[in-house]
């Protein structure tokens, strides 16, 4: 239809837009891609091509003719439709997919508009919207004059069977249901004419109306449909072909029908046998996906979505077998796709072993982690990597799911030994995933033990039961104790520095406690509880639970690691080491473990480095906010004992570079998120004498007491500090901190030259701060102007 008539001339040539004509030849306005045809030069060729021309007005317009509710566009459809259906054909080289949204709304920095293109998307949104009104025939079938024919009353009692079928147990009208049921059966010859194209636009195009069109055809039409996804399925090109399993993984969540499960289990296998790696890939995540989907097809309620999933049900309900004999043609897909000879097929099996066994349910635990640990002594580093980092989910998987302690305690030991054994691998890359693996294997081993204790505290809590939490607890305690901190401890000590950064993530992270709170599905009294996924199970709470997870026998344990870290040539290294040091003191109780752990800050506070000194001096100060689920006593018995004699030994140090550590500590206490209480003063003056001052009043006068070092970046930082913390102080402090800013100035002044600038600036600013501080707590700043 684009093609140039015997004068020259193109059809498409002159197109009005706003009033005006754009002439091909003539420069492109703003706003309109212009391509290059490849082997053409730089000649006249780089003018805008017809096709790209028309994908900017298809762009422009869609609004307003995907419109569901416009008359104009209503009478416009059909016409439009085709006409759509004709461009997809002209693009034969997907330059529409490729398309840069530049029209004027959307300005030229856009990106691409979507993977279909213009004409495809515009296709799409139509039907979309086409399906949501009723189509001729559906009011004569549903009205009830039709009821009276013998003929319309077969058909309604097969679609009442369908219906019942599709739609479950929602409560619409009849008219609405038929309609739903019937709604996309007039589109179907747009799929058809599309798949039919030797256009690749078009035949995407054609499978991505699939999951659209699915739950809107009855069965026979749905039969047509399966044959052109199975056709696409097997097409030239390799992004039709990816645009099918994409579209395999919607309909996948669309199936309540146990007709058509078996074709999706065939399709998953053809899948697997493709020639593109790629595709392969995508295999794993269709088979996961397809078995965690197939009680739903028996089982399931359409009118819920796939939102409510169903679990396998018991051997003794009839579709036990028909589901559990599909999961058997599901398995030897995800076994085939491990031996895969490309690697990222592997990677991607390895990724996903915790979904599949989700899906698979607990008859095939044994064989999914026999598939797990032959992924873990794979040739290629990334796929065993990737195995490494999917055993704590996998075993988290298994252990909430299971029916048996007995069962999930037996993968836990098969699975363990063989992870260690990672830690003579010769790649970084394990090692590190391995850390990380370590530090979720505590973390989760310890949730599960506050989950045992929830049972165990529960009134309904038999003895047996009770017996069965207490062995599982001491099981779970012996294996953090005797297999994950040693290694841990033996990843600190590794010779690659990336090792052992991501070895004290690991036990900062399971020292932090950060968990979801675990609760085992088998000792759940939920009706419901079997019907929903793993992923949804767990997601019921959002917030995460922070609890303690080290004892304080293994912080004791892992001190001397890390003090030997401490003097590690590395100064990141040295810097991870102490960065910990808060999250170490949440898993302590007593005074003297404490201390030990605090001078790992003080040796670090003397480092040569500048960002480890810092790094240290914070880590000692905010240290007291990882006491609070302790009580208030602790964390100022950390104040007293530890942070302040520090402080004050780093104030009265010969090296400036210790006193402006000392002003950093000060701010960082006073900025912390469990601050130090001010004592409550009657009066606006300040007392006289250090005889029983507070904590926080010792803060002030430490920092004061530097306002006139004879080091200018001492003094600078001493009005820089005052005027980040001035709104957390209050009471008789703001007069002692506005005193030392007046004397600070007075005495600048009278330096040589008018003293340094920036020492006046930052003193200046804090007055300017007092002011509005004492504005907000109701005070007059004139009296401390006058001051």
């Known amino acids: 239809k684009a093609k140039d008539n015997s004068a020259g001339l193109n059809p498409y040539n002159n197109i009005v837009r706003r009033g005006r004509k754009i002439i091909a030849q003539s420069p492109p306005p703003p706003g309109v891609a212009s391509r290059k045809v490849p082997g053409a030069g730089n000649s006249t060729a780089e003018t805008d091509k017809p096709l790209l021309l028309i994908g900017d007005v298809l762009h422009r317009t869609r609004t307003f003719l995907a419109d569901p509710l416009s008359p104009p566009a209503a009478l416009l459809r059909g016409e439009v439709i085709e006409f759509l259906c004709d461009v997809l054909y002209l693009d034969t080289k997907m330059e529409l997919s490729e398309e840069e949204a530049t029209s004027s709304v959307a300005g030229n920095k856009s990106g691409p508009i979507n993977d279909l293109g213009s004409a495809g998307s515009l296709l799409k949104l139509m039907i979309l919207n086409c399906l949501s009104m009723c189509s001729p025939g559906c009011e004569a079938v549903s009205s009830p004059t039709a009821s009276n024919n013998e003929e319309n009353n077969d058909e309604q009692k097969d679609d009442s069977g369908e219906l019942m079928l599709r739609f479950g147990s929602q409560k619409e009208t009849a008219k609405m249901n038929v309609h739903r049921l019937h709604a996309g059966n007039r589109f179907l010859a747009v799929v058809h004419r599309l798949a039919a194209s030797t256009s690749t636009s078009a035949r995407v195009t054609a499978c991505s109306l699939s999951p659209i069109l699915w739950a809107h055809l009855d069965f026979p039409h749905q039969l047509q449909l399966r044959g052109v996804i199975t056709r696409a399925l097997h097409d030239v090109e390799v992004v039709v072909r990816i645009s099918t399993a994409t579209v395999l993984h919607e309909i996948a969540e669309?199936?309540?029908?146990?007709?058509?499960?078996?074709?999706?289990?065939?399709?998953?296998?053809?899948?697997?046998?493709?020639?593109?790696?790629?595709?392969?890939?995508?295999?794993?995540?269709?088979?996961?996906?397809?078995?965690?989907?197939?009680?739903?097809?028996?089982?399931?309620?359409?009118?819920?979505?796939?939102?409510?999933?169903?679990?396998?049900?018991?051997?003794?309900?009839?579709?036990?077998?028909?589901?559990?004999?599909?999961?058997?043609?599901?398995?030897?897909?995800?076994?085939?796709?491990?031996?895969?000879?490309?690697?990222?097929?592997?990677?991607?099996?390895?990724?996903?072993?915790?979904?599949?066994?989700?899906?698979?349910?607990?008859?095939?635990?044994?064989?999914?982690?026999?598939?797990?640990?032959?992924?873990?002594?794979?040739?290629?580093?990334?796929?065993?990597?990737?195995?490494?980092?999917?055993?704590?989910?996998?075993?988290?998987?298994?252990?909430?799911?299971?029916?048996?302690?007995?069962?999930?305690?037996?993968?836990?030991?098969?699975?363990?030994?063989?992870?260690?054994?990672?830690?003579?691998?010769?790649?970084?890359?394990?090692?590190?995933?391995?850390?990380?693996?370590?530090?979720?294997?505590?973390?989760?081993?310890?949730?599960?033990?506050?989950?045992?204790?929830?049972?165990?505290?529960?009134?309904?809590?038999?003895?047996?039961?009770?017996?069965?939490?207490?062995?599982?607890?001491?099981?779970?305690?012996?294996?953090?104790?005797?297999?994950?901190?040693?290694?841990v401890q033996k990843l600190l000590y590794d010779s690659d520095p990336e090792v052992t950064s991501s070895a004290l993530r690991a036990v900062t992270n399971a020292s932090r406690g950060n968990v979801r709170e675990i609760r085992p599905r088998k000792n759940s009294t939920m009706s419901e509880d079997d019907t929903v996924s793993l992923s949804s199970y767990q997601s019921e709470n959002k917030e995460p639970v922070f609890i303690p997870v080290l004892s304080e026998k293994q912080v004791l344990r892992l001190l001397p690691t890390l003090s030997d870290l401490a003097h590690s040539r590395q100064w990141r290294v040295r810097q991870g080491a102490v960065e910990i040091v808060p999250a170490l003191l949440g898993c302590t109780h007593r005074l003297e473990t404490r201390s030990e752990i605090a001078q790992l800050c003080v040796r670090l506070m003397n480092d040569r480095v500048d960002a480890v000194r810092r790094t240290a001096a914070e880590c000692l100060c905010l240290g007291g906010g990882s006491l609070g689920c302790q009580g208030e006593g602790s964390k100022e018995e950390w104040i007293n004992a530890i942070v302040l004699p520090c402080l004050r030994a780093c104030s009265e140090s010969m090296d400036s570079k210790q006193r402006m550590l000392s002003l950093k500590m000060v701010e960082a206490v006073l900025l912390s998120k469990t601050p130090i209480t001010p004592g409550e003063h009657a009066s606006f003056h300040p007392n006289e004498g250090r005889a029983g001052a507070s904590p926080f009043r010792e803060l002030i006068e430490i920092a004061v007491s530097l306002s006139g070092d004879r080091i200018v970046n001492v003094r600078l930082n001493f009005g820089r500090v005052m005027c980040n913390v001035i709104h957390a102080i209050s009471g008789e402090e703001i007069s002692i901190v506005a005193k030392a800013l007046l004397q600070q100035i007075s005495e600048e002044k009278k330096k040589g030259r008018g003293g340094d600038r920036d020492v006046l600036y930052f003193a200046e600013k804090g007055l300017t701060r007092i002011q509005m501080r004492l504005e907000e707590i109701g005070l007059n700043p004139k009296l401390d102007k006058n001051r």
């Not at 269709?286 to 939102?307: Q, V």
């Not at 030994?417 to 370590?438: E, Q």
Request: a negative charge.
């Open 254 to 487: 669309l199936v309540f029908d146990p007709r058509a499960v078996p074709w999706l289990v065939l399709m998953s296998e053809r899948v697997m046998n493709d020639p593109e790696a790629e595709l392969r890939a995508a295999a794993m995540t269709l088979t996961w996906h397809l078995a965690e989907h197939l009680p739903n097809a028996f089982l399931g309620d359409a009118s819920k979505g796939s939102s409510l999933l169903r679990r396998l049900p018991p051997r003794t309900d009839p579709t036990f077998t028909e589901v559990y004999l599909l999961q058997c043609k599901l398995l030897p897909v995800a076994t085939r796709l491990a031996e895969d000879r490309a690697p990222p097929v592997r990677l991607a099996v390895a990724a996903q072993c915790d979904r599949l066994c989700n899906a698979l349910g607990e008859h095939w635990f044994n064989v999914i982690v026999d598939l797990l640990q032959a992924l873990l002594g794979d040739t290629d580093e990334r796929v065993r990597s990737e195995a490494i980092l999917c055993v704590p989910r996998f075993l988290e998987t298994v252990m909430v799911s299971s029916s048996s302690d007995t069962i999930s305690m037996n993968l836990l030991e098969s699975l363990l030994p063989v992870t260690a054994k990672m830690i003579r691998d010769s790649s970084p890359t394990v090692r590190i995933s391995l850390a990380t693996s370590a530090g979720e294997l505590i973390t989760l081993l310890v949730g599960l033990d506050g989950a045992e204790d929830t049972l165990m505290q529960s009134p309904g809590a038999g003895g047996a039961n009770i017996a069965e939490a207490s062995s599982a607890h001491r099981r779970h305690k012996k294996y953090v104790d005797d297999s994950l901190i040693p290694l």
